[in-house]
């Protein structure tokens, strides 16, 4: 009996070798399919792993755009709070009240003289002192006034008070002219029906009537 090693089948039946080839043929190729398969989800790994950093980075150039807008607007919220304390001050400064005169010796004071009404303080210093406006305001009157009070100047404030200074030996500001806290405006002298070197000074609230100096600066801060 011959000793060949022909494949069998199951039964015992010889194998068809087409069937034999096309199953290993198979069994090949499902290698191949499975090593593809690992490849792709390879693939798969990878991408995720490379767009993990990009969201990531994303992220956090989203994270800071947010705070360097949050930091510029406090930026600006701060410089505009400067703006206005800054405008507040000047308001401050332009409607502080500050004393006519420098040196001075308090004379006559408000009230009647001579059988009339003395509607001032008056204020005696040497000729040629130097006169300044009590605040910030306009000049509405300055030049020789006939009635008596010889070089006037009168001033409107910011809060509608008109003061009168009188007696002066030269006025240095004109009408319509605006002056600020302590601005020289004249020179103290003695013209006019005046009884000697001094500041003849009247304070109108609103333009009206005149009332006592006096207690009307100590109420804005002025202490003759």
Same mark, same amino acid.
Request: no cysteine; aromatic share 6%; charged share 15%.
């Given at each position: 009996?011959?000793?060949?090693?022909?494949?069998?089948?199951?039964?015992? $039946?010889?194998?068809?070798?087409?069937?034999?080839?096309?199953?290993?043929?198979?069994?090949?190729?499902?290698?191949?399919? /499975?090593?593809?398969?690992?490849?792709?989800?390879?693939?798969?790994?990878?991408?995720?792993?490379?767009?993990?950093?990009?969201?990531?980075?994303?992220?956090?150039?989203?994270?800071?755009?947010?705070?360097?807008?949050?930091?510029?607007?406090?930026?600006?919220?701060?410089?505009?709070?400067?703006?206005?304390?800054?405008?507040?001050?000047?308001?401050?400064?332009?409607?502080?009240?500050?004393?006519?005169?420098?040196?001075?010796?308090?004379?006559?004071?408000?009230?009647? /003289?001579?059988?009339?009404?003395?509607?001032?303080?008056? $204020?005696?210093?040497p000729v040629g002192s130097r006169v300044h406006?009590? +605040?910030?305001?306009?000049?509405?009157?300055?030049?020789?006034?006939?009635?008596?009070?010889?070089?006037?100047?009168?001033?409107?404030?910011?809060?509608?008070?008109?003061?009168?200074?009188?007696?002066?030996?030269?006025?240095?500001?004109?009408?319509?002219?605006?002056?600020?806290?302590?601005?020289?405006?004249?020179? +103290?002298?003695?013209?006019?029906?005046?009884?000697?070197?001094?500041?003849?000074?009247?304070?109108?609230?609103?333009?009206?009537?005149?009332?006592?100096?006096?207690?009307?600066?100590?109420?804005?801060?002025?202490? $003759?």
């Amino acid at each position: 009996m011959s000793n060949a090693s022909t494949s069998v089948d199951a039964v015992g $039946l010889p194998a068809d070798p087409d069937a034999v080839s096309a199953a290993t043929a198979a069994r090949a190729g499902g290698g191949t399919s /499975r090593d593809t398969s690992r490849e792709a989800l390879a693939g798969v790994d990878t991408a995720g792993s490379t767009s993990g950093p990009s969201s990531v980075e994303a992220a956090t150039a989203r994270a800071r755009a947010d705070e360097k807008a949050r930091a510029a607007a406090k930026a600006e919220k701060q410089k505009a709070a400067k703006a206005q304390a800054a405008r507040d001050n000047a308001v401050k400064a332009a409607h502080r009240w500050v004393s006519p005169l420098a040196s001075y010796t308090l004379t006559s004071g408000y009230g009647f /003289r001579w059988g009339k009404l003395h509607p001032a303080q008056d $204020l005696a210093t040497p000729v040629g002192s130097r006169v300044h406006s009590l +605040s910030s305001g306009t000049v509405i009157f300055a030049g020789w006034d006939s009635t008596g009070f010889g070089n006037l100047v009168r001033i409107q404030y910011w809060d509608g008070t008109v003061s009168f200074m009188a007696h002066n030996s030269r006025l240095v500001v004109s009408v319509g002219q605006t002056v600020a806290p302590g601005q020289l405006v004249s020179y +103290s002298g003695n013209t006019g029906h005046s009884t000697g070197p001094h500041v003849h000074l009247e304070i109108h609230p609103s333009g009206g009537e005149a009332v006592p100096p006096m207690p009307w600066l100590a109420n804005h801060g002025i202490r $003759l």
